[in-house]
């Protein structure tokens, strides 16, 4: 384990520690120029960053004490990345802001009121909070990726500026939102995954 930070790594260890407090198990996949990860709500996180960080898969974890030597081994990534995004909206990032501490409110209030906290989160994140209708279609944003862009920081302290729902190319119907500080996308739910290397 390298202690050492330098100026450019200090967001990626910014960046693991906000997703260690999530889950320390989280994968985190380090590319030139990027670092994914799977979030433990169902979802993968990017962000746009160049890093001394060796490119591989490691565990949010394993940068609790600086940038480790090298990836880890025994982990495999099994989840596909998103392919290029068509943007099927702009969201004022203050309007979702104001969605996710609704949100926060409600699962408080309810909590205690016959239904398991675990089961009341699930419910929560899977309710549909904007809709758009482009194109003849109509794409729901659930709470999930809301939580994801919140929780991982990337709107911005001052939550300023607008937020893109972007739609995978070419089908759509994989959704994400795409802010000033990374991006949030729904998980892969095809039944055939294989694993996939980072780029070298």
Not at 74 to 82: F, S, T
Not at 131 to 152: I, P
């Amino acid at each position: 384990m390298d202690r050492r930070v330098s100026g450019e790594d200090e967001d990626l260890l910014l960046y693991a520690g906000r997703l260690a407090r999530l889950d320390a198990k989280s994968l985190v996949r380090v590319e030139p120029g990027a670092v994914w990860s799977i979030l433990p709500i169902q979802l993968l996180a990017r962000r746009r960053m160049n890093t001394s960080c060796l490119p591989g898969i490691y565990q949010a974890g394993d940068f609790s004490e600086g940038i480790p030597a090298g990836p880890r081994a025994d982990l495999r990534w099994l989840q596909r990345l998103p392919k290029e995004a068509d943007v099927l909206e702009e969201v004022p990032a203050r309007t979702l802001a104001e969605v996710d501490r609704a949100a926060g409110a409600a699962l408080r209030e309810r909590r205690g009121q016959g239904v398991g906290d675990r089961r009341l989160r699930d419910v929560m994140l899977d309710h549909v909070v904007i809709t758009v209708d482009t194109g003849g279609r109509r794409y729901e944003v659930r709470q999930r990726l809301v939580t994801g862009l919140m929780r991982m920081g990337f709107l911005g302290p001052a939550a300023e500026g607008t937020v893109q729902v972007v739609g995978e190319s070419p089908t759509g119907r994989r959704l994400g939102l795409r802010a000033p500080y990374g991006e949030v996308w729904e998980l892969d739910r095809s039944l055939t995954l294989t694993p996939v290397r980072p780029s070298s």
